[in-house]
């Protein structure tokens, strides 16, 4: 080979090294570019991991929650049942009751008016028996019973 020839291969080489050189250049500044993004990206990827445990956290309180309001709800439900027939049965006892009382009333109506009868039977037999018998008569018999008179 002639020196002219290796100065060809030779510069021929070294244009070819630049170009890789350039290129490997290129590449690895797309290797980092690339490494960035994929950092980037797992980093996005914790995040999205973090807020999935969070809303699934999320769900799993609000499933409890649910459930315990379902089961408070059925609770109430019977608490309502239980004081309905308790109110039923009070309502019963009451009307009994008032039964009663206005029965008692009625008794005690009864009574006075036939109080109030023998009041007034009372009241005409002494005014009838005044005008048979004499002041002096009403103190003697008065006297027997216990009564004393001053």
Do not use: P
Request: no cysteine.
């Amino acid at each position: 080979m002639s020196y002219h020839q290796m100065q060809n291969d030779l510069q021929q080489s070294n244009g070819r090294v630049a170009e890789y050189t350039k290129n490997n250049l290129a590449l690895e500044q797309k290797l980092l570019t690339a490494h960035n993004e994929n950092q980037l990206k797992d980093q996005k990827m914790e995040s999205m991991k973090k807020e999935d445990l969070l809303k699934d956290v999320t769900i799993k309180s609000m499933e409890d929650n649910l459930t315990f309001v379902k089961n408070t709800n059925v609770d109430l439900s019977k608490r309502m049942d239980d004081l309905s027939l308790s109110n039923k049965v009070n309502v019963d006892i009451m009307k009994k009751l008032l039964e009663e009382a206005e029965m008692q009333h009625l008794k005690v109506l009864n009574l006075s008016l036939a109080l109030q009868k023998q009041d007034s039977l009372n009241i005409h037999l002494v005014k009838r028996s005044k005008k048979n018998i004499s002041e002096q008569k009403v103190k003697k018999s008065l006297e027997k019973l216990g009564f004393v008179f001053y």
